[in-house]
Nanobody, 118 residues
Framework: QVQLVESGGGLVQAGGSLRLSCAAS????????MGWYRQAPGKQRELVAT???????NYGDFVKGRFTISRDNAKNTVYLQMNSLKPEDTAVYYC???WGVGIRYDYWGQGTQVTVSS
């Protein structure tokens, strides 16, 4: 069983910063991708950023240099530094870990609310 525990969400004014953390525990395959997705009310869940164990990154188009993903493989922890936050960044942010080819393993955290006030 895999568990993901997120922290770091909250309320921030536009232009501010937040740092999200997600610690994974359980039977996690060494070669994986960890990252963040978000879902705003009435919208589909979308990619924010992911990073593989080999440190390859993938960002959503809207990030545009404002967010930075990092990870500590020894701790199975992924971080998301979010700067220059905008009201449209308001959403529930979900941590994700996935691996596998053919048979895919995909796990989600419970989500953490990020609210950006104007």
């Amino acid at each position: 069983q895999v568990q993901l525990v997120e922290s770091g969400g909250g309320l921030v004014q536009a232009g501010g910063s937040l740092r999200l953390s997600c610690a994974a525990s359980g039977s996690i395959f060494r070669n994986n991708a960890m990252g963040w997705y978000r879902q705003a009310p009435g919208k589909q869940r979308e990619l924010v950023a992911t990073m593989t164990s080999g440190l390859t990154t993938n960002y959503g188009d809207f990030v545009k240099g404002r967010f930075t993903i990092s990870r500590d493989n020894a701790k199975n922890t992924v971080y998301l530094q979010m700067n220059s936050l905008k009201p449209e960044d308001t959403a529930v942010y979900y941590c994700n870990v996935q691996w596998g080819v053919g048979i895919r393993y995909d796990y989600w955290g419970q989500g953490t609310q990020v609210t950006v006030s104007s």
